[in-house]
């Protein structure tokens, strides 16, 4: 499959007429920013592997998270972008208007799943605080997050690579 994929002359490249079955959809990023397909492996396809990965890990928790992942998505050039506060940050979701944003690390090591759960959160803060983490990741070792952000990128890499 993963060869099969990367190895097809006809692989869609990323553009702004990308649209997953779900609904997410590829807005330009800054400066009109989009990965090449080279460097960051994102493609068309590549959006609707992510999907497709990202789906069955949510779907006990949230029966209906294709519904909302009519997202937009944004891309940044590098692999992380200056965030206040001093961080550094490689992802970011907005609840408010339904868009996230991902910089342009290799896709299996991308925030994607992060800021759909994010998405599928609301944004919410799921109090009380676990160990080691804060209060925008809340919940995410107890319920099962984090787990599911590693069984995507494991998912993703074995496709991948
Ligand atoms: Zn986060």
Redesign the pocket.
Known sequence: MATALLASSCVTPLTLECRSRCGTQVVAGPDGYLPDHQGSLWSCDTLQLAEDKFLPLVAEQFPNACEELKVRVAFNEGPYWEFPAGRRISGI?RCWNHSIELSSKVIYESSYA?EML?ILQNCEDVLPVDHGLDS??ADWRRNGFLDIISKWKADMKEELE
């Open positions: 979701a992060h994010h925008s990741h």
